[in-house]
């Protein structure tokens, strides 16, 4: 019989193992189990559509046992079993998203004690064992197999003369050191003690010396006050393989039209693959304790995509087919009852934990803008009272609801200014002439901000405004003066406008000290044309710029002497005023070296 070895990286998981760096050795029961229960649902599963397979619900069972003699803990189910190819490829390699999960994370932080809070799976029994012994029937095959390894060097597979459909895992416990005793793991109080910590909600009887150990009650059913947090905790980490505790736990149930018990989490960071089509929406589908559906997309709209979780329903048959599921009224009402409960609780976080919401509106945040502009705005006045935007007078986070009610008397609108950081922002020249005004303005510094308040148009009656619109105008005394001067500047103006590409050059009175600043006018913003342009399609746009410049500046004198003394030297100023303001506004120079000389010449005079 040929020894084969291992995949180099699950020896690299193996070798962890068995050298168990690890303190908390007791993970590998919990995993066995959990492996045995999935192998009993995949076979209830496939025994509702292949009539052929006669199964006993009630004889579905895990049973353990020990051998005194050989020191040997054994583990056995009567699932849907491995074939011979199986056994190779689950049991030779690492195969499954926790433990993939896993050594992902251990590449980047090598915190071995984080281990137990994912699923490392099957590999974890090498922490106890000296020897494991897999033996296993397929309900496809007539054959029985067994694998043999003792993690180190390789394993064999071989043909057995098991006749039941299942799994019999037997490990041989390593001896016992000064360090470790390795044999309470067949000990009568350490088995019980593990599997009703661990293994309590597990749907199928795990049996031990003829008593069934466990109460078979998912944690989403059991009575809320007999659970602790930690029990949540523990539950979402080790469905999820995530390490840190999730931001907000919601335990909910209903009754009447339809009725479910939900058990949902909203984890407190982006999973790596959450902003990438990778990612998949979705809440584990049971229906009265039996899993139908891993992953039911329908349970959740699209701006919840990262809640995760399950729900337990009795109005939906066993055998409903995935297609089917999506026009299932009851899959429906579910639907609506957990989108509205989630954003009900979520509006509670932002009440009255707002550091906690913040923490969540950061990870999750541009999902919600996302939701308010997807879908033409249909989504939206469901969504927009958990937006959180910066404010230039509170130097932090705060809603729209909280804008409107510090608005001074007389302000019209809700004003905001988009840039890369806020530092950023708070240094344009547009910006001054609001916070003169004394008028609050919210920052915007995610790319998809200035598309979620263009969706939503209006607050409470107030219109949006940006800041860096060219018809943005406070200074009512000083209207009209300006417009006699462009209009007196025309051809001036006009000169300068053909020589740079933008629709329109002007002077104007809100810049304060600042020479020149950059507006647009139309609908779409510098930053828009940035984000847009920066997007892997055909579609391009360009924003209507207008160059401003400052009436009140000396630079006003400078132009219009120009223009009377030497019109092709106010072409080249033109565009030096031109990057100028572009720069300002993080915007890239299409002709720098053009620049640069241009510069040169004039200082060199
Ligand atoms: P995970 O359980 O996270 O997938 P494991 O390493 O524990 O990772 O198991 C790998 C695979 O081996 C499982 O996905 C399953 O297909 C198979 N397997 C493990 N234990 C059993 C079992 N008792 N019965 C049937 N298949 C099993």
Known sequence: MKKKQFKSESKRLLDLMINSIYTNKDIFLRELISNGSDAIDKLYYESLTNKDLKIKKKDLAINISVNNDNKALIIEDNGIGMTEEELENNLGTIAKSGTLAFKE???????????????????????????????????NSNQGYSWVSDGLDGYTISECDRKENGTKITLYLKDDTDDFTYSDYISDYKIKNL??????????????????????????????KDIKEEDYNNFYSDKYYDYEKPVKVIHTS????????????????????????????????YSNGVLIMENCKDLLPDYLAFVKGVVDTEDVSLNISREMLQQTRSIQLIEK?????????????????????KKFFEAFGPQLKFGVYNNFGMDK????????????????????????S???????????????????????????????????????TDYIDEFAITA?????????????????????????????????????LNIMKESIN????????????????????????????????????????????????????????????????????LKNYTKILYSEARLIEGLQIDNPTEISNLICDIISK
């Open 105 to 139: 994370m251990m590449d980047k932080k090598k915190d071995i004690n984080i281990i137990g809070q994912f699923g490392v799976g099957f590999y974890s029994a090498f922490m106890i064992s000296k020897k494991i012994v897999v033996e296993s029937k397929s309900i």
């Open 195 to 224: 599997v009703t910590k661990y293994s309590d909600y597990i749907s199928y009887p795990i049996i031990y010396n003829n008593e069934t150990l466990n109460s078979m009650v998912p944690l989403w059913k059991k009575n809320k």
């Open 254 to 285: 209903a009754e009447g039209m339809i009725s479910y018990n939900a058990l949902l989490f909203i984890p407190s960071h982006t999973p790596m693959d959450y902003y990438t089509k990778e990612y998949e929406k979705g809440l584990s589908l």
């Open 337 to 357: 009852n957990i989108d509205s409960k989630v954003r009900k609780e979520l509006e509670d976080m932002l009440n009255n934990d707002r550091e906690n919401y």
């Open 381 to 404: 006045d469901k969504l927009k009272d958990l937006l959180l935007f910066y404010s230039s007078k509170k130097k932090d986070y705060i809603t729209l609801k909280e804008y409107i």
């Open 406 to 444: 510090n608005m001074k008397e007389g302000q019209e609108s809700i004003y905001y200014a988009s840039g890369e950081t806020i530092d950023k922002i708070d240094n344009m020249p547009q910006i001054e002439q609001v916070k003169d005004k004394d008028y609050e303005i919210l920052y915007l």
């Open 456 to 492: 939503l148009q209006e607050y409470e009656g107030k219109k949006f405004s940006n800041v860096k619109e060219e018809k943005l105008d406070l200074d009512e005394d000083k209207k009209e003066i300006t417009k006699k001067l462009n209009e007196d500047n025309k051809d001036l």
């Open 502 to 569: 933008v629709s329109e050059v002007r002077f104007t009175n809100k810049l304060k000290n600042h020479p020149v600043c950059l507006t647009t006018k139309g609908e779409v913003s510098l930053d828009m044309e940035k984000v847009i342009n920066a997007m892997p399609t055909d579609q391009k746009v360009k924003a209507e710029e207008v160059l401003e410049i400052n009436e009140d500046h000396k630079i006003k004198d400078k132009l219009i002497d120009l223009y009377n003394n030497n019109k092709e030297e």
